[in-house]
């Protein structure tokens, strides 16, 4: 009967989406781990750290032939606690669902109502519905399976508004769910791989490996006009990057571009380009400060180890950044304490409040720094800062820590 196997050993069968159709993680997922086999380990690892992985995970891995990756002391640590909290707390699942609903109901009637009678006041409002939107359900569902409830009718019901929403104004979620769960979940802060901050370079450098380049002095000055264009570039992107279908590029031109414009002439157009782009730098900021930070690791990909499950999450740890607290997190989706949620992506958003301060205790002990800010101002005063640095100075002065603390023996099982 299978036991355990090396981490890098680890795959995910093509038929597992056909032998488990209850799977959670839905075949989305399950896809991603088979078209990913290399990290297959990491990303089960990862998405089960809160789950019952001694008992029926386990069971049911085995009586499908398939051993379980290998893990250490660390990750043993961090499951013990994540699980704890999830079984401890589980209103906050039932919270969580309502905020999704509500989110559900208030973006699609406060876009209409801006549509009718569009105002500064009004698009900051409805911009700030895409944000919450985008962060708690576009994130937290693509994360996990697309189908963000538990109840199926429920799921019928409001799935296919989901997709034409995130489908019209959001990125491709085909690719996102390989970029943002492999390429920035696993290779985090790693600038040749990593699609979010990292891919932005040539125009932004945020890791001392990368060629300073003279314009670089300037990105934390021109870094807010990049982030305005972040939601606009999505519908372009989809069509013509990833050749999406040309009807939701062609209803976004519809609804952003040329119904506020026939409504209301160039003051709608204006509104409405300005919605967009509020919308985008909110949430271009939100992501950006978790891991552009003065006390955080960026490297080449080839720096990394991702064949030892402890020394994996202690760079996950030291490539993000966490700030805020409960309400911030509720609010938010959790994109605020991206330390917590790069150790288990699939969680509850309220519930990473609630493990925080596990988790910060656990690095303490090892050795591992835990970075974290106050408030969002707090952090985007050090995203700045970090900017400039990356900008001026050719190079670090001082390393910073390795994956594996020079005060800590390496991890073990």
Not at 29 to 37: F, G, H, I, R, Y
Not at 56 to 80: D, F, Q, S
Not at 272 to 288: E, P, V
Request: aromatic share 14%; with cysteine.
């Amino acid at each position: 009967m299978p036991g355990t196997c090396p981490l890098s050993q680890f795959r995910v069968p093509g038929t597992w989406a056909d032998d488990l159709p209850g799977h959670k993680g839905g075949p989305h997922l399950l896809a991603v781990a088979e078209q990913n086999p290399h990290r297959a380990g990491l990303l089960f690892l990862s998405y089960h750290m809160a789950s019952d992985l001694d008992g029926k995970i386990t069971t049911v891995a085995n009586g499908l032939g398939i051993a379980m990756p290998e893990r250490g002391r660390l990750y043993n640590e961090l499951h013990a606690a994540y699980r704890k909290v999830k079984e401890d707390h589980p209103n906050q699942h039932l919270i969580f669902i309502g905020y999704c609903l509500f989110l559900t109901v208030a973006l699609p009637a406060s876009f209409v109502w801006w549509m009718f009678q569009p105002t500064i006041l009004k698009s900051i409002l409805t911009a700030t519905f895409f944000e919450l939107y985008f962060l708690n359900i576009f994130h937290t569902r693509n994360h996990r399976n697309t189908r963000l409830y538990e109840s199926k009718w429920l799921s019928d019901v409001l799935t296919p508004m989901y997709d034409f929403i995130e489908d019209t104004f959001g990125d491709n979620t085909t690719i996102w769910r390989t970029n943002h769960n492999v390429k920035h979940h696993v290779h985090t802060n790693d600038h040749d791989v990593d699609t979010d901050i990292p891919g932005v370079y040539p125009l932004i450098r945020n890791c001392y490996d990368t060629e300073l380049l003279a314009h670089h002095k300037f990105q934390t000055f021109y870094w807010p006009l990049l982030a305005f264009f972040i939601a606009i570039k999505f519908p372009f992107n989809n069509f013509f990057a990833h050749k999406a279908s040309s009807f939701y590029f062609m209803v976004w031109l519809g609804l952003v571009v040329v119904l506020p414009t026939c409504l209301h002439g160039w003051y709608g157009f204006a509104l409405s380009m300005f919605l967009q782009g509020w919308a985008g730098f909110m949430i271009g900021y939100k992501f950006a400060v978790s891991h552009c930070h003065s006390a955080l690791r960026a490297t080449h990909n080839a720096e990394e180890d991702y064949t030892d499950a402890d020394k994996w999450l202690v760079a996950q740890i030291q490539d993000s950044m966490s700030w805020g607290g409960y309400l911030t997190t509720f609010i938010y989706g959790g994109i605020n304490l991206q330390i917590e949620h790069h150790i288990c992506p699939s969680m509850d958003p309220p519930l990473y409040a609630l493990v925080a301060p596990e988790v910060k205790r656990i690095c303490e002990e090892h050795g591992i720094k835990y970075t974290h800010e106050q408030t969002f101002l707090h952090a985007m005063y050090s995203f700045h800062s970090d900017l400039w640095l990356k900008g001026t100075a050719p190079s670090l002065a001082e390393p910073l820590p390795t994956a594996c603390p020079a005060n800590e023996e390496p991890l073990k099982q």
